[in-house]
């Protein structure tokens, strides 16, 4: 007997921590049990091929909105060349829409709706040991005959019997490990399917420790918590904190999901210690109007957000991710664009603008008439309109997340960016503007590489610049480029280098022998110096504006661990160019 975990996960570096929960839980069963990890960028011709060289009398599938559609497709293609396997779905984007689903597909024994780990070990009783009938399973929704059945809910498990997932790391090479201290949410937010589920529960604090230390030992570069709200339980986020805190490998990075205006002066100030890059946390604004936060039952008290995001960044040691949501009840398009200034004037190291996904089992799908709330009937059920925004709105959203995307969360602009903004009277009206030009100009849809975005953005620019501020802007764009890549291919839009050539060829040789910029380069000479570094002349200083004349040093060893910028010092080249300090 083989029964297939089958997981088709968005990416190839994520992981799907169910399908392994679900094994470890039914350790009893590990030799019957195998499992599969695939893509949606997959053929699913592959996918059909390798499940059928498998072989398996069982095939269960981990069902999410990113998936739904080519698992789908992939069942009632597995049915037709292996008619004898029989074929089981489970995950949020079935458990709430099962008997559905059965009438649908013909071919599915039957969908395990809910949580699983039990679920799944009770029907390897049925499977492997004949010991147990399907109708004596919890959680099911199953095919017998022409009849579709429902078995009772069963006890939540304790989450500290689910054994620790993760055997060795070798297969998750290059991967987000995802890893769980705490299910459920205590929250009843609308949108949000955790909000179905209201108990809470933990995995033993020692336990979580000693999982830690297996991926700190083994220098594992990012661990994910997937909990709802990790910070909600303030003694249990403390005790994880203060171990990677004191346990920490200089390496690895931990994410986690928080509710900022819980946290205290105790958590920040653990915080403000840790290592640039230990942790890294996303934190759920989703709107500022506090008709839509009452609506959606969201309980955020805005000042203390504002106040902790601005604390946790003060020593910008920490990468903070904030989210809104639009398309959210009572939020139209100019409270939309009011949210947006508001987070945006936070100064998170990313901006995600979402749009609102309807889940089946969720409040916000059972009050979707109320909203006049029109929905896409395919996953992810993005929101098209309702009656406070309309789709023409939301499509000029739409325009404005990707411009957020290019020119905000890629880090690639940050000085052109904040000088562009003088020209605006808000951020919005900036992403804004830059969207009606991409897609005045049929940009939207062309590829560009990072150089055409920055010769865009220059010409964009330009209509809102005086001479001599497009000049700065243009040095600007240059030191952005720099910060980040060693290009060696000068680009056009940067000013000639020619006449500083000779000093700069200078300073490589000298420094081959001091050592006064470089020590960490002990070996190398002055061209492998020139090759592995930068040195770019500038007419005003690129951050302050300040006329002055100086060379700026891009060192690529040293990078700030959370944005990878270069680290940037002021040369001494000339008496005239003399300059002391360091940028960063």
């Known amino acids: 007997m083989k029964i297939l975990l089958t997981a088709i996960n968005a990416k190839y570096i994520h992981s799907n921590l169910a399908v392994y929960d679900l094994r470890a839980y039914c350790r009893e069963y590990t030799e019957q ?74 071919c599915l024994k039957g969908i395990m709706a809910g949580e699983g780990e039990s679920t799944l070990c009770q029907l390897m009783e049925y499977y492997v040991k004949h010991s147990r009938k399907l109708s004596e399973v919890q959680n099911l929704v199953y095919r017998d005959g022409e009849e579709i059945h429902r078995t ?11 054994p620790f997932p993760y055997e060795n790391l070798e297969e998750f090479e290059n991967r987000i490990i995802y890893y769980e201290s705490s299910r459920g949410c205590p929250f009843s937010c609308s949108y949000c399917l955790s909000s179905v589920e209201k108990k809470l529960r933990f995995r033993d604090t020692d336990m979580v420790k000693r999982e830690l230390q297996f991926f700190l030992d083994r220098k594992t570069a990012q661990v994910k918590f997937v909990d709802r709200t990790f910070n909600v339980w303030h003694e249990h986020a403390m005790a994880v904190w203060q171990y990677i805190y004191e346990h920490d490998n200089g390496i690895t990075n931990f994410h986690f999901e928080i509710a900022a205006d819980l946290l205290n002066e105790e958590e920040l100030a653990l915080m403000k210690q840790m290592r640039p890059g230990l942790i890294q946390l996303e934190i759920g604004v989703q709107s500022v109007n506090e008709r839509t936060l009452q609506e959606i039952r969201r309980t955020t008290h805005m000042d203390k957000l504002r106040q902790t995001v601005a604390a946790i960044r003060e020593k910008r040691n920490i990468h903070v991710h904030l989210d809104l949501i639009a398309g959210l009840p009572y939020e139209d398009y100019d409270s939309f664009c009011h ?15 979402g749009f609102l996904k309807v889940l089946s089992g969720t409040d916000m799908e059972k009050r979707a008439d109320e909203y006049g709330l029109v929905f896409r009937d395919m996953p992810p059920y993005e929101v098209l309109f309702t009656n406070w925004i309309s789709f023409e709105e939301l499509l000029k959203l739409k325009g404005v997340e990707e411009m957020v995307e290019v020119y905000y969360n890629s880090a690639q602009f940050t000085a052109s960016m904040k000088l562009l903004l003088r020209c605006f009277e808000t951020p919005f009206a900036m992403y804004a503007a830059l969207a009606d030009y991409y897609e005045q100009r049929g940009l939207t849809d062309r590829k560009q590489n990072r150089v ?14 005086r001479q001599e501020q497009t000049e700065r802007f243009r040095e600007c764009l240059v030191y952005d480029l720099y910060l980040r890549d060693n290009m060696k291919n000068r680009p056009e839009f940067a000013p000639s ?3 500083y050539k000779d000093e700069i060829k200078e300073f490589y040789r000298k420094e081959a022998g001091e050592r006064r910029y470089l020590p960490e380069y002990e070996g190398c000479d002055g061209k492998q110096l020139a090759r592995m570094t930068h040195v770019e002349h500038f007419s005003r200083h690129p951050l302050t504006g300040e006329e002055q004349e100086l060379f700026l040093l891009f060192d690529y060893k040293n990078r700030n661990p959370l944005s990878f910028e270069a680290k940037v010092t002021e040369l001494d080249i000339g008496k005239e160019r003399h300059r002391n300090g360091e940028l960063r």
Not at 152 to 162: F, R, V
């Open 33 to 106: 049990i195998e499992l599969a990890e695939y893509t949606i960028n997959h053929n699913p011709e592959h996918i059909l091929a390798d499940i059928f060289r498998r072989r398996p009398q069982v095939a269960a599938f981990s069902c999410y909105i990113w998936n739904i559609v080519m698992v789908e497709t992939l069942i009632e293609e597995i049915r037709k060349v292996l008619p004898e396997t029989e074929l089981w779905l489970g995950g949020p984007e079935v458990s709430y829409r099962a008997e559905e689903l059965l009438r649908r597909h013909h």
């Open 152 to 162: 009772p809910w069963g006890e939540m498990l304790a989450l500290s019997d689910i």
């Open 339 to 353: 949210s947006f200034n508001e987070v945006y004037a936070m100064e998170p190291d990313q901006l995600q603008l």
């Open 452 to 465: 055409d975005r920055y010769e865009i953005l220059l010409e964009f620019a330009k209509a809102y610049l």
């Open 497 to 499: 280098a020619e006449p």
